[in-house]
Structure formats: C-alpha cells, structure tokens
C-alpha cells in the first residue's frame, strides 16, 4: 500500500501457529506492499501452511528452526525492511487480527503529524470481553502500546536501533517505547483503528464483590514477565523512577491473582522467583533450566 511515496511492508512472527493464523493475516496482506513471516516453530510447516506461503506473492517465508524469541524475530522483519526499502513496517502478533480500514485509519492519525517525529503509529486493541469506546479524539498521543498493529517508522528505527534481543520475550514492547519516548520521538494511538488482540488465555473471576481478569499466562511466561520488568524499570529509572513502586504493586497483584485463580500455583509462583534470581544475576536472552 502506498500513501505518496511511502511504502509499507509487515512482519508477522510465528510459533506453533494454529490453522486460524491464515484467516488473521488475510485481515491485512491487502493492504501490505509485502509481509515478512518469520517463523520460530522448531517443527517443518504443515502442507496448509506452506501452499498458502507459496501461493500468496505479497509473502517472504523465513524459517529460523528455533524459537530466537520474539525481539529477534521482529528485529529480522525489520532489518529486512529497511534494506529493501520500505518507509514503515506493520508489526502483528499471529493471534491478532485487523478490523476492516486499520491501516487506512492509521495512515490518518499520520497525516496530522509531522512524519518525521513520529515512531509508532498503533491501533485501538480489543482484548478478549472488552468492548468499543468511542473516543471525542480520532488520534491521540501516547506513551506506551504494544507491538501488535503498529505501524513502525523506519527511519526512526534506525537513530534509535532496533527491539532489545535480550529481552527475548516480554516488555519488548514497552522498553522500546521508552526508548522512543525519551528520544523525543512521538507514539500515536489511532482512536478508530482497530485491532483484536489475544492476551494470554483470559478469564474473569468474581471475588469479594469484585471482577478479577486474569491472563492465564504459562509459568514460563511469568519468569519472563518479571525478570524483564524489573530490568526495564532499572534502565529508565532516571527518566521515569515510578517505574519501580509501579512494579512492586504490580508483581504483589499477579501473585496474588496466581495464588487464587490460575492453575499451576507452585510452578508459577517458582518461577516468578527464578525470574528474580536471574534479573539480580544480570542473566537475560533464552530461559536456561
């Protein structure tokens, strides 16, 4: 898709994808000039999968044979990107997917601002039970999104560098907002862009007279939840020291949400602890048992 002289590809990364991830990228490829798909499954494609690869020319098929993390697999779609000379890379998670006009309403929030200053355009998520609310704003400043949806300036992404490989998965997102926040550059949120996102398993529990969401994230997705929560709080203390107390309420909230509704108890609680004990050791990239 082209709006003037940009030009927009998208990077999509997968992991054990179901047959449903198909019917999600056709959401969207039509509005792409190309997609990179980059795939962290161990396991070779199914049939489905590959036809669908081979027969669709808006698509580039990289297989990394292991799981390299999320950050690494991103930073493939955008290297690529960038040297085959594109302006803006679309950024998507396998399980999401776009309502009609998402791009078009994002190339809007654009054409209010100056391009140059811009980072991240991103769309209005929709998570699992949550509904639509209409905003008095189309656009709006921002200092964090997640990843899925956005669109990335590229330009930009090469003064600031790309996303942190240690992090490998969790807060990816969000340490890279900052990073662009504090560089001075702007995230956008696109108010009418809309984007259906998959956070985690999601259930909702009723406790005490209250409504508890909870993710249902794996133990394994907690250890990297915390550790690298704690390192992001650590490298933009000096520009955001609430960071930490925000943290420390935060980690009690999801203990205790572990402790009285997700399965698995013990095995979570252990490795929201050697989530810690790495993060005080300085260990990052790939959990190593």
Known sequence: MKVGNLSIAGVVVLFHPKSTVINNIQTYIDDLDLLYVVDNSENELTTYFSNYFEQTNKIKYIKNNENIGLASALNIGVNKAINDNFNWLFTMDQDSFAEKGLIKNLLYCLSIYNHSNVG???????IKGERKIKSPQLCSEKEMVMTSGNLLNLEITKDVGTFLDKLFIDQ??????????????KIIKSNTAYLHHELGNISYHNFLLKKYMTTNHSALRKYYWLRNRLLVADMYNEY????????????????KMIILFESNKIKKLKMLYKGYKDYKRGKYGKYCN
């Open 120 to 126: 991240i355009i991103s769309p209005t998520h929709l």
């Open 240 to 255: 955001y020291p609430g960071l930490k107390k925000g943290h420390k309420k935060f980690i009690k909230k999801m203990i």
């Open 172 to 185: 990816v997102d969000v340490e890279f907002c900052l990073r662009l926040f504090t560089s001075g550059y």
